[in-house]
């Protein structure tokens, strides 16, 4: 299904690069910076991503390229400047940090992301990050905090940011045009939640979701992109 006057929303990891063991190794699919770069001159385009605008800029070497990162908390261009949409003070925080076996921090600076991906038991890494996030749930609340769940990831960050009140900020900017937002990942459902009816919303790979349509991997994504063009 196409619509006339897209505005692309397009998550990163799971959407336009396969998962992989670690986030420095999530390369883009071999297609995607050249469909981006495409696409991106002819229709508004941002990518809505957890990761921080710099991390990704060495991904998707693609100047000029729009993206919001921390999944709402930053806004800002590939090889520009990007700005903090939300005051934030994690210094508490890092000062208690988890000994969890096989559980490595991402710092983010506006968050943190607890992965366990690949650790000896994940189920038992991620059930430890649990046991230490309930003993510090007051910490949380204190500082405005919250944990967001994603693959193989739980995420502390500032309370109050959102893919879908991302999604809704950059559609206000576009009138007439029609979002169409794919994503993979339960982040990604506040995006499905929020444009339920008003644009496309595509959810890639199994699993229940809020979108309303299905692409099967990143290969389909890009099947689909390639439409526009
Ligand atoms: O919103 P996204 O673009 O989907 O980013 C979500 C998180 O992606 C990264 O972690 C995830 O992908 C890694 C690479 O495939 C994988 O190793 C990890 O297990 C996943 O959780 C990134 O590190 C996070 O900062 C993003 O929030």
């Known amino acids: 299904m196409r619509v006339e006057k897209p505005l692309f929303l397009l998550d990163y990891d ?21 469909v981006l770069r495409a696409l991106m001159v002819r229709y508004p385009l941002y990518v809505i991503t957890g990761r921080r605008v710099e991390d990704l800029a060495r991904l998707l070497p693609l100047p000029g390229l729009r993206v919001v990162g921390g999944h709402g908390l ?3 261009e590939i090889g520009g ?5 939300f005051p934030v003070d994690l210094g508490p925080l890092r000062r208690v ?5 096989g559980v490595w921090v991402e710092d983010k600076g506006f968050a943190l992301a607890f992965h366990y991906r690949g650790a000896e038991d994940e189920e038992r890494a991620r059930a430890c990050l649990e046991v230490w996030l309930a003993a510090h749930e007051d910490l949380l609340r204190g500082l405005g905090l919250e944990v ?4 193989k990831v739980l995420e502390v960050k500032p309370k109050g940011a959102s893919k879908g009140q991302a999604a809704l900020r950059l559609w206000a900017r576009y009138p007439g045009h029609t979002p169409i937002y794919i994503g993979d990942d ?3 459902e506040t995006a499905f939640q929020v444009l339920k009816g008003k644009g496309l919303t595509f ?3 199994p699993g229940p979701t809020l979108a309303e349509g299905r692409l099967e991997d990143v290969e389909a994504v890009l099947t689909y992109l390639k439409s526009y063009l």
């Open 97 to 101: 940090l988890p000994s969890c076996p």
């Open 14 to 34: 799971g959407t336009l690069a396969p998962i992989a063991p670690r986030p420095e190794e999530a390369f883009p699919h071999p297609g995607a910076l050249e």
């Open 186 to 188: 339960a982040t990604d």
């Open 81 to 85: 400047e990007s700005h903090p949409l």
């Open 74 to 76: 930053e806004e800002g």
């Open 148 to 151: 967001l769940p994603g693959k």
């Open 203 to 205: 959810k890639v790979g």
